[in-house]
């Protein structure tokens, strides 16, 4: 899991951390063993998951980051140095091809009003917001704040719960993430019958 992968932190001051993960590294981390579960629940269909961006129709305009894009195709590929073991795994997805994007956070505090509007301008009408964590008691009122902001909804893997940020699980949270997910893409094309862990 997740939460078990981490390195101790040594508190310095109150908010203050030694040994902290940058907060970008551990997006990128969620947002990457999202993607490897995504698309272990597509395989076998036409859809992939990628991270990338969204191409306007006339290929001169790209969206904000999209951690991962659920989409057909692609019209441009980085990936580093383009060998076995690339550092990077970036597509450039044409608008008309794409079926949803999920943005990811390590922490879900507060909710990014205009992230949902931005692809908006790029015809993505699906955005589902995934925190690896947020507090369990702001948990309704996020969720709230994110479909008002056009997210689709707004799930985490696991809470952090009052001043000792102790850690719990609610599974119901993640499987209905993956129903939502098997929702958008049809259930024919969800190869899974159960979500895998991240």
């Known amino acids: 899991m997740l939460r078990e992968n981490y390195p101790p ?3 310095k001051a109150d908010g203050k951390y030694e040994g902290d993960i940058l907060a970008f590294v551990k997006g990128l981390r969620i947002a990457a063993l999202l993607t490897y579960c995504l698309r272990d629940w597509v395989s076998g269909s036409h859809w992939e998951a990628s991270w990338g961006h969204v191409i306007d129709s006339n290929g001169k305009s790209c969206s904000p980051e999209c951690d991962i894009i659920i989409h057909k195709g692609h019209v441009a590929h980085w990936n580093g140095d383009g060998g076995k073991n690339p550092m990077m795994d970036f597509k450039f997805v044409d608008a008309s091809s794409v079926l949803a994007v999920v943005s990811c956070k390590s922490r879900v505090a507060s909710v990014d009003d205009d992230y949902p509007g931005q692809l908006a301008k790029y ?9 690896e964590c947020c507090s369990q008691s702001n948990y309704e009122n996020l969720v709230s704040k994110a479909k008002a902001a056009g997210y689709q909804g707004l799930w985490c893997a696991y809470f952090q719960n009052g001043s000792g940020e102790g850690m719990a699980t609610d599974e119901s949270v993640y499987a209905n993430f993956y129903e939502t997910v098997k929702a958008l893409l049809g259930s024919g094309h969800v190869r899974a019958n159960e ?4």
Request: glycine fraction near 12%; proline fraction near 6%.
């Open 9 to 11: 932190l040594t508190k």
């Open 123 to 131: 015809g993505v009408r699906k955005v589902l917001l995934f925190g």
């Open 195 to 198: 979500p895998a862990a991240i």
